[in-house]
């Protein structure tokens, strides 16, 4: 069965200052992974994703992962944060075949002026 | 391009009250997907289609059931509403689910049960 731990169920950082949000995956295969992006009272909205191939992927609004196989992560990062970047991150996963989709928890991320 | 489309936005029901939310997408999507969103526990899969006529469970059905008779639309009941069912529902869709394929939310549906 697969798993997504989002570490940090609040993150805040300094407007300008670098965005880390922390994901890792447990799947017996390759998995699929995702990065969504909640506002106030909306739906998620996509931000990035792996599939294949580059295993670096960048997304909507500057924002990047990496997915790294032997760390077992799919780290969401942003070198300077804006106070619009305040939302809840959930990172998701699947895998190959028929299989759902599986999300963390979610990271709410605070953008202090 | 209306994507996916909830209804009602918001809505509450006194226990023991039946409802049902309805989910409508344009993108021809064959999957389409009910999650509710708690506080600190995520997203939540209710229940999910993979095509018109067909339904499945998911890791919370209790209380709900579900209905594809048309491939656009997916709905929701509850047939005898809990306060524990307060809750945000979303609906998404996509092509097919497992071969990283986008899912697409709605908007979200805020249900308080008193």
């Known amino acids: 069965a697969q798993s997504v731990t989002q570490l940090g169920s609040h993150v805040s950082v300094s407007e300008g200052a670098l965005v880390l949000l922390r994901c890792n995956y447990s799947s017996s295969v390759p998995p699929y992974l995702f990065w969504y992006v909640q506002y106030p009272n909306q739906g998620l909205q996509l931000l990035l994703k792996?599939?294949?191939?580059?295993?670096l992927v960048k997304g909507i609004n500057g924002f990047e992962a990496e997915f790294k196989k032997s760390e077992t992560s799919f780290h969401l990062t942003k070198p300077s944060a804006h106070m619009s970047d305040a939302a809840e991150y959930f990172c998701?996963?699947?895998?190959?075949?028929?299989?759902?989709?599986?999300f963390g928890t979610g990271t709410k991320l605070q953008v202090i002026p | 391009n209306a994507g996916v489309t909830q209804t009602p936005k918001f809505r509450v029901l006194k226990t023991g009250q039946s409802m049902t939310l309805l989910c409508a997408q344009d993108m021809n999507h064959e999957y389409m997907y009910w999650y509710r969103q708690d506080p600190g526990m995520g997203l939540r899969l209710i229940h999910y289609s993979v095509g018109e006529g067909t339904t499945a469970k998911g890791e919370v059905p209790d209380g709900y059931n579900v209905s594809r008779l048309k491939k656009q639309n997916f709905l929701l009941g509850l047939e005898s509403a809990a306060p524990s069912q307060t809750s945000v529902y979303f609906c998404a869709s996509s092509y097919r689910q497992g071969s990283g394929n986008t899912i697409y939310f709605g908007e979200g549906s805020w249900l308080t049960v008193v």
């Open positions: 792996y599939t294949t191939g580059a295993t």
């Open positions: 998701a996963s699947t895998s190959g075949g028929y299989q759902k989709v599986t």
